[in-house]
């Protein structure tokens, strides 16, 4: 149950795209397309922002979408706006277990 | 409105006990797995637990496998986490989760309580 691994850091300028990885193995993110995402603001609960590797609940803006290819999840904020710079987590289900992400900060230059 | 509160927190010396509680509403409690999350001061999210809607299927993570028990009472809308054996390393504000109704991701939040493991 290692944790998956995402870049510690990304930065973009507002209205630039950002892309987060979440890098795992065949036993979670490439086993299964249960990856999801979630959004955590300093002193903030968590929010989910991407679930089943690519679909967003209601009241999720259309300029965060998420994929897979392999191992590998990837989380994509288009648009880049101030309220985005936050910490980002990926989450995969692993059969019984569930493993996160080390966790991104976004920051918005 | 979907509302999680967690209660139970506190400080507790290594090699001792704490029992969480969680209390659950706005939503059918009895219908959706229950998790617990946890995340150590300044440090990233980690998952601990988690139980079937009707506590017949449980899973932990292996750092807390043997020390850790839970639990769900249905009839109190309540979801409980049993901690023995405490070790400083188990420091951190724990969350209770509601799981997707299929049990493959987790949505919604509880604000979290403060378990504080030091001599």
């Known amino acids: 149950q290692s944790a998956l691994t995402q870049p510690r850091s990304v930065s973009g300028s507002p209205g630039q795209s950002v892309t987060i990885s979440c890098t795992g193995t065949?036993?979670?993110?490439?086993?299964?397309?249960?990856v999801s995402w979630y959004q955590q603001h300093p002193g903030k609960v968590p929010k989910l922002m991407i679930y089943?590797?690519?679909k967003r609940p209601s009241g999720v803006p259309d300029r965060f979408s998420g994929s897979k290819s392999g191992n590998t999840a990837s989380l994509t904020i288009s648009g880049l706006q101030a309220e985005d710079e936050a910490d980002y987590y990926c989450?995969?289900?692993?059969?019984?277990?569930?493993?996160f992400g080390t966790g991104t900060e976004v920051t918005v230059l | 409105e979907v509302q999680l509160v967690e209660s139970g927190g506190g400080s507790v010396q290594p090699g001792g006990s704490l029992r969480l509680s969680c209390a659950a509403s706005?939503?059918?409690?009895?219908?959706?797995?229950m998790h617990w999350v946890r995340q150590a001061p300044g440090k990233g999210l980690v998952w601990v637990s988690r139980?079937?809607?009707?506590?017949?299927?449980?899973s932990y993570a292996d750092s807390v496998e043997g020390r850790f028990t839970v639990s769900r009472d249905n009839a109190q809308n309540t979801v409980y986490l049993q901690m023995n054996s405490l070790k400083a390393d188990d420091t951190a504000v724990y969350f209770c989760?509601?799981?997707?109704?299929?049990?493959?991701?987790?949505?919604?939040w509880g604000q979290g309580t403060l378990v504080t493991v030091s001599s």
């Open positions: 989760v509601r799981g997707d109704v299929r049990g493959y991701f987790v949505d919604n």
């Open positions: 706005g939503f059918t409690f009895s219908s959706y797995w």
């Open positions: 139980i079937y809607t009707d506590g017949s299927r449980v």
């Open positions: 065949s036993s979670d993110v490439g086993g299964y397309n249960y």
């Open positions: 089943d590797v690519s």
């Open positions: 989450c995969s289900f692993a059969g019984s277990p569930y493993v």
